[in-house]
């Protein structure tokens, strides 16, 4: 089974960057593995529901970013050392969330939850003013 460990979550001040981590290993239940899948970023607070972020496909020809990050955020993979990144500019106070990565169901990227069928145990982001 695929195993997701993302990190790189910390408290910063508005303005500053941050870059999450992360690392895949294994395969998932439909026997892909982090080179054939596509790869997302959602986050969330408390009370909301999971808010799609960016995401990845399989060999990184095609990226989409929620309106709310796009210009800020960079999504990136590292094949040859399965890891998924993202790099965090100019965080405001309303990037705050927990940051989870997350394994497509398919090597098509999708910006639905329910296209992906694994999931990192989530890294916390705090950005005060």
């Known amino acids: 089974q695929v195993r997701l460990v993302d990190s790189g979550g910390r408290s910063v001040r508005a303005g500053m960057s941050l870059r999450l981590s992360c690392v895949a290993s294994g395969r998932t239940k439909s026997g892909r593995t982090f080179k054939t899948s596509s790869m997302g970023w959602f986050r969330q607070v408390p009370g909301k529901e999971s808010e799609f972020v960016a995401v990845?496909?399989?060999?990184?020809?095609?990226?989409d970013y929620s309106d709310s990050v796009k210009g800020r955020f960079t999504i990136s993979r590292d094949d040859a050392q399965d890891t998924l990144y993202l790099q965090m500019d100019n965080l405001r106070p309303e990037d705050t969330a927990v940051y989870r990565c997350a394994a497509g169901r398919s090597s098509a990227a999708s910006t639905h939850s329910s296209s992906f069928s694994a999931w990192g145990q989530g890294t916390q982001v705090t950005v005060s003013s």
């Open positions: 990845i496909n399989y060999n990184g020809e095609y990226i």
